[in-house]
């Protein structure tokens, strides 16, 4: 069984800054993409971040210059540092991973519960 734990959110007032951290454990053979997507009270669920296992970024357009995504692989864990941050980036914050399980020969797409990320003004 595989599993993404997020953690390191809370409540942060505008301009601060805050780590996320998922961290992917169980019968792991690979993994391959790991992102951030986030998703406020009544709107959609958008990608934040993505990071290939290569180190390759990609990020929303509200984002570039103020989070930074980054993975460490021999931890099987991705993180996102968030700075600069503004009410409207108040949402949960969702961990996703794509990961081949062990004895399996495909990946399959994995997400993590959630963790609140709240910005006061």
């Known amino acids: 069984q595989v599993q993404l734990v997020e953690s390191g959110g809370g409540l942060v007032q505008a301009g601060g800054s805050l780590r996320v951290s998922c961290a992917a454990s169980?019968?792991?053979?690979?993994?391959?993409?790991m992102g951030w997507y986030r998703q406020a009270p009544g709107k959609q669920r958008e990608l934040v971040a993505a990071?290939?296992?290569?180190?390759?970024?990609n990020y929303a357009d509200s984002v570039k210059g103020r989070f930074t995504i980054s993975r460490d692989n021999t931890k099987n864990t991705v993180y996102v540092q968030m700075n600069s941050l503004k009410p409207e980036d108040t949402a949960v914050y969702f961990c996703?991973?794509?990961?081949?399980?062990?004895?399996?020969?495909?990946?399959?797409?994995?997400w993590g519960q959630g963790t609140q990320v709240t910005v006061s003004s």
């Open positions: 996703n991973a794509r990961i081949q399980p062990v004895g399996e020969w495909r990946q399959r797409n994995y």
């Open positions: 169980g019968s792991i053979f690979r993994i391959n993409d």
């Open positions: 990071i290939t296992s290569g180190g390759i970024t």
